[in-house]
């Protein structure tokens, strides 16, 4: 009867044997990894998409400038937001009328309505770019900006980029969470006639103190500021057509009482 015959078993080699061999005949080293590594590289592709959320408000500080002691509000406001928000943003938090023209500029360039802006524009003016293309998103923690409003009276407003948050439920409405001050009566004829208009009102013996008194509706508060009426404002900025506040006091003198009281005032600058 013949013989079974079997082939040879094989060298039976273990892992680390063929892995110093692949290594010898490659003379390319390699690093040694712990399991401590491996696991720590797992669990951060695990966990670090579920931990990590987006930003969706920005908190903005928004100052008016060359008026001391300084008149400034703090906002936080949904991320995206476009310019056009924040200026009727603006408006809410200082309580503007919002009936004058108004430009940012950022970085040189100047953003705002480019329909009313350019209405009466001239070859050497600087151009306008839609203040809807720019978001809030857009910016980065400190940046600052110009928000300018009533071209007449010059104020120019200091806006700054603080910090980007993550807040739940992401905000719909913006929000006032600090200030100081209330802002300067609309059309007293910029810085200058801001300081001489709290001269008068200090002054019971000037003899512009009745009249002056008058026209800003009998009293008027510099150091005045009810953080809540002016973040229900703000809550409400975009809800208006016009952007105008009704919860903070306005001036009550009619438009062309204001423009001859004045006139009278600019003429005795």
Known sequence: MAMLQFRPIPEIVSIDACTSRQVAARSVPIPAISSSDLLDDLLATLFIPVMFKPANAVQIKVSIDEIQPQVW???????DWNLQHLHLGIQAAFNWWNYHLYEFRIGGLRYGDIEVLTEDATDDDPRVFDQTEVRLLDFEE???FSYNYDFGDGWRHTVAV???LTLAPSPKQGSCIA????RPPEDVGGVSGYERFLEIIADKEDP????TIRWCGGYFDPEWLDLAVVDKDLRNALRSSNGACTNQNPNPCPRNELDEVQDRRLEGI
């Open 73 to 79: 509000r703090r906002l936080v406001l949904p991320i």
């Open 142 to 144: 400190g940046s600052v």
């Open 162 to 164: 603080e910090e980007f």
């Open 179 to 182: 200030g100081e001050r209330a």
């Open 208 to 211: 512009e103190y009745t009249e």
